[in-house]
C-alpha cells in the first residue's frame, strides 16, 4: 500500500530519526511528535514537520485526528530497563498510558498503519533457550518489559474492536549511529565506542558473558519500511537469532578504536537477563526481511560515526 502521510513518536530519538530518513527518502511527508526528554533536535531531518510535544499531552488526540496520517510509527518510550525498575509507575505511563493515547487516537483518525516498536530482549526470562519466536508466551521480569507488553495487547484491543490495522515489531538490541549514551547493554556499542574514542576506561559489568542479540539499525529501518508497505498484521521478532557476548564486543571495539584497554569488571546488575537472542524466520518469510549488515560491519560503521561526530555532541 503507498502511503503518502506519515507520523514518528521519538522521530528525534536513535531510531526514530533513522525511520523519518527513510520515509523522506520515499518522498513521504512526516510529522514528528517528541517531547526531546532523550531525543535531539540535531537528529530531526529538516523536511520533517517537528511538534515538540509529550504523548501524554492533553491535546494529542486532538492532533492526530487534525493530522490524519496515514501511517504511525510509534517510537516514543521510556527506554531505560533499570529506571523502570526504579519507577514503574513513571515508566507505565510512557510506555503503556503513552502507547494507548497514541493507538486510540490513531484508530478515531482512520490511521491505515499502526507500527509499534516493542522490545524482543524484554520479553523473556533466562528460564526459556533462545532464540525466541513469536509463539512463545512473554514472560517480562522487569517493568519496561511489562510496559511494551501491555501496550501490545492494547493494540490487539484497538485492532478488534476499533478496527486498527497494527504490526507489532519487537526489537532484539539495536545500534548504530546516533545511539545517545543511556543505561543497560542497548546502549553498550554505543558507550564502549564513545568511552573509547574519549580515552576513558570502559567498565564491563559482571562476568562480561552476558549475550543478547545485536541488530544494526539500517536493518531494523528495513523492517519498519516493510511492515508499512506489506499487508500484514501482528508480531515480528527482528534480530540476528545470534548471541553476541560483552567481553567479545569488548575486544572488538578496542581494536577498531585502536584503544589498547584491558577488561574491567564492576558489579553485575540485578534483574538483567543472562542470555537474549530472537528467532525472526516469521519477518523472513511474511515481511521478506533479514538482516543483512553483518556485526563486524556495522561495528565499524558505528565507530567511524562516532569518531567523525564526537566533536560535534
Ligand atoms: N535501542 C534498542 O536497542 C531498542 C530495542 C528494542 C526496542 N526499542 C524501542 O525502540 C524505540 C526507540 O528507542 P531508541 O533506542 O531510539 O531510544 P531513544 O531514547 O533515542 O528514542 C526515544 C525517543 O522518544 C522520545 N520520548 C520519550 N518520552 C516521550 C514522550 N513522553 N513523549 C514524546 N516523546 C518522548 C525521546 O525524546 C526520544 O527521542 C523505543 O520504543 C524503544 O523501547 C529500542
Given at each position: 500500500?503507498?502511503?503518502?502521510?506519515?507520523?514518528?513518536?521519538?522521530?528525534?530519538?536513535?531510531?526514530?530519526?533513522?525511520?523519518?530518513?527513510?520515509?523522506?527518502?520515499?518522498?513521504?511527508?512526516?510529522?514528528?511528535?517528541?517531547?526531546?526528554?532523550?531525543?535531539?533536535?540535531?537528529?530531526l531531518n529538516p523536511?520533517?514537520?517537528?511538534?515538540?510535544?509529550?504523548?501524554?499531552?492533553?491535546?494529542?488526540?486532538?492532533?492526530?485526528?487534525?493530522?490524519?496520517?496515514?501511517?504511525?510509527?510509534?517510537?516514543?518510550?521510556?527506554?531505560?530497563?533499570?529506571?523502570?525498575?526504579?519507577?514503574?509507575?513513571?515508566?507505565?505511563?510512557?510506555?503503556?498510558?503513552?502507547?494507548?493515547?497514541?493507538?486510540?487516537?490513531?484508530?478515531?483518525?482512520?490511521?491505515?498503519?499502526?507500527?509499534?516498536?516493542?522490545?524482543?530482549?524484554?520479553?523473556?526470562?533466562?528460564?526459556?533457550?533462545?532464540?525466541?519466536?513469536?509463539?512463545?508466551?512473554?514472560?517480562?521480569?522487569?517493568?519496561?518489559?511489562?510496559?511494551?507488553?501491555?501496550?501490545?495487547?492494547?493494540?490487539?484491543?484497538?485492532?478488534?474492536?476499533?478496527?486498527?490495522?497494527?504490526?507489532?515489531?519487537?526489537?532484539?538490541?539495536?545500534?548504530?549511529?546516533?545511539?545517545?549514551?543511556?543505561?543497560?547493554?542497548?546502549?553498550?556499542?554505543?558507550?564502549?565506542?564513545?568511552?573509547?574514542?574519549?580515552?576513558?576506561?570502559?567498565?564491563?559489568?559482571?562476568?562480561?558473558?552476558?549475550?543478547?542479540?545485536?541488530?544494526y539499525v539500517g536493518?531494523?529501518?528495513?523492517?519498519?519500511?516493510?511492515?508499512?508497505?506489506?499487508?500484514?498484521?501482528?508480531?515480528?521478532?527482528?534480530?540476528?537469532?545470534?548471541?553476541?557476548?560483552?567481553?567479545?564486543?569488548?575486544?572488538?571495539?578496542?581494536?577498531?578504536?585502536?584503544?589498547?584497554?584491558?577488561?574491567?569488571?564492576?558489579v553485575a546488575c540485578?534483574?538483567?537477563?543472562?542470555?537474549?537472542?530472537?528467532?525472526?524466520?516469521?519477518?523472513?518469510?511474511?515481511?521478506?526481511?533479514?538482516?543483512?549488515?553483518?556485526?563486524?560491519?556495522?561495528?565499524?560503521?558505528?565507530?567511524?560515526?562516532?569518531?567523525?561526530?564526537?566533536?560535534?555532541?
Amino acid at each position: 500500500m503507498k502511503h503518502k502521510t506519515a507520523l514518528v513518536t521519538g522521530g528525534a530519538g536513535f531510531i526514530g530519526s533513522h525511520v523519518v530518513d527513510a520515509l523522506i527518502k520515499r518522498r513521504i511527508k512526516v510529522y514528528v511528535i517528541d517531547d526531546l526528554s532523550t531525543g535531539k533536535k540535531a537528529n530531526l531531518n529538516p523536511n520533517a514537520t517537528f511538534f515538540k510535544m509529550s504523548v501524554l499531552h492533553p491535546g494529542l488526540m486532538r492532533l492526530v485526528e487534525k493530522l490524519k496520517p496515514d501511517v504511525v510509527f510509534h517510537l516514543a518510550a521510556q527506554i531505560d530497563v533499570r529506571c523502570s525498575v526504579e519507577d514503574p509507575p513513571g515508566d507505565a505511563e510512557i510506555n503503556v498510558m503513552g502507547t494507548l493515547r497514541m493507538a486510540h487516537a490513531s484508530a478515531k483518525a482512520g490511521v491505515k498503519k499502526f507500527i509499534f516498536t516493542s522490545s524482543g530482549g524484554a520479553m523473556f526470562s533466562d528460564d526459556i533457550r533462545p532464540p525466541y519466536s513469536e509463539s512463545l508466551s512473554a514472560d517480562p521480569i522487569a517493568p519496561y518489559g511489562i510496559a511494551k507488553r501491555a501496550a501490545e495487547m492494547y493494540l490487539a484491543f484497538e485492532h478488534r474492536i476499533h478496527g486498527l490495522p497494527y504490526v507489532v515489531l519487537r526489537l532484539a538490541n539495536v545500534y548504530g549511529p546516533r545511539q545517545a549514551l543511556s543505561g543497560g547493554y542497548a546502549g553498550v556499542i554505543s558507550k564502549f565506542s564513545q568511552t573509547m574514542l574519549a580515552g576513558k576506561q570502559c567498565m564491563i559489568t559482571g562476568t562480561g558473558r552476558q549475550t543478547r542479540d545485536y541488530v544494526y539499525v539500517g536493518d531494523v529501518v528495513r523492517a519498519q519500511m516493510l511492515a508499512m508497505e506489506k499487508g500484514v498484521t501482528g508480531l515480528f521478532h527482528i534480530g540476528t537469532g545470534v548471541q553476541t557476548n560483552v567481553n567479545h564486543l569488548f575486544k572488538k571495539i578496542n581494536a577498531l578504536t585502536g584503544s589498547k584497554q584491558k577488561e574491567t569488571h564492576v558489579v553485575a546488575c540485578q534483574g538483567e537477563v543472562m542470555r537474549s537472542a530472537l528467532d525472526a524466520r516469521k519477518a523472513g518469510k511474511e515481511l521478506g526481511w533479514k538482516a543483512e549488515v553483518p556485526l563486524d560491519d556495522g561495528l565499524r560503521r558505528t565507530v567511524e560515526w562516532f569518531a567523525k561526530h564526537a566533536s560535534k555532541k
